[in-house]
């Protein structure tokens, strides 16, 4: 496997379902995203790890719970989500150094259905 | 709080003519990037600009930045079918440490 995977890349959830995403790099870098696009709203950023640490937390609602086990692994937990979580949830990773990014690398995305 | 926006949101295009897609942010930045996202799939990375006055050329897109400004321009030249898709101009907001915001996105449709 090479850049950014993400399995599954596609879920349909009932709403009360618990399910993961996950995400996997093999580029070696430092620092792990969690995008959400939807029709409605631009890419928004959610969660950002850098180091395997949690540096960014966009006011993300409580039934979206990520992981970072370590550098090359992110999951994103859901439970209890609501119609309008579905969107395309994009994984990326990027190297991170003196407080500055390098670009991002996006992955393939996991198309998100919430009955 | 840093904004991005661009313009045109949506651009539909003729085979063979010239346009241009601003992005505007409005704080300072150290570096803005672009990227490409065909329908139903992820983002393509296509430039990087570090510094102002940076100019970079890809076949028929140039992207240039103009940090006095806070504008960069995404420039097509000659447009061919294989050019539509989303274009998505970035910031990364300085000692951010990877919190890129996000414009928008400018749809591009290239007809014969």
């Known amino acids: 496997e090479t850049g950014v995977t993400q399995t599954p890349r596609h879920l349909v959830m009932g709403m009360t379902n618990k399910k993961s995403l996950k995400c996997e790099q093999h580029l070696g870098h430092n620092a792990m995203y969690w995008y959400k696009q939807s029709a409605k709203k631009p890419l928004e950023l959610m969660f950002v790890?850098?180091?395997?640490?949690?540096?960014e937390n966009n006011s993300v609602p409580s039934r979206f719970s990520p992981e970072c086990p370590n550098s090359s692994h992110l999951f994103l937990h859901l439970h209890t989500l609501q119609p309008e979580d579905s969107a395309l949830y994009l994984c990326a990773s990027s190297q991170v150094a003196g407080g500055l990014s390098y670009e991002q690398y996006f992955g393939p995305g996991t198309r998100l259905t919430v009955t | 709080e840093l904004k991005v926006e661009q313009n045109p949101l949506f651009l539909s295009m003729q085979e063979g003519k010239n346009y241009t897609i601003y992005c505007n942010y409005s704080t300072t930045s150290d570096r803005l990037y672009w990227y490409r996202q065909d329908p139903g799939k992820s983002l393509e990375s296509l430039f990087v600009?570090?510094?102002?006055?940076a100019v970079k050329q890809e076949g028929r897109l140039m992207a240039s930045l103009d940090t006095k400004a806070r504008l960069s321009t995404l420039h097509i030249t000659a447009a061919v079918h294989d050019l539509s898709a989303t274009y998505f101009c970035?910031?990364?907001?300085?000692?951010?440490?990877?919190?890129?915001?996000f414009g928008k996105g400018t749809k591009l449709s290239v007809k014969p």
């Open positions: 790890y850098n180091f395997k640490e949690q540096t």
């Open positions: 600009l570090l510094s102002n006055g």
């Open positions: 970035a910031v990364d907001m300085r000692g951010s440490q990877g919190n890129l915001i």
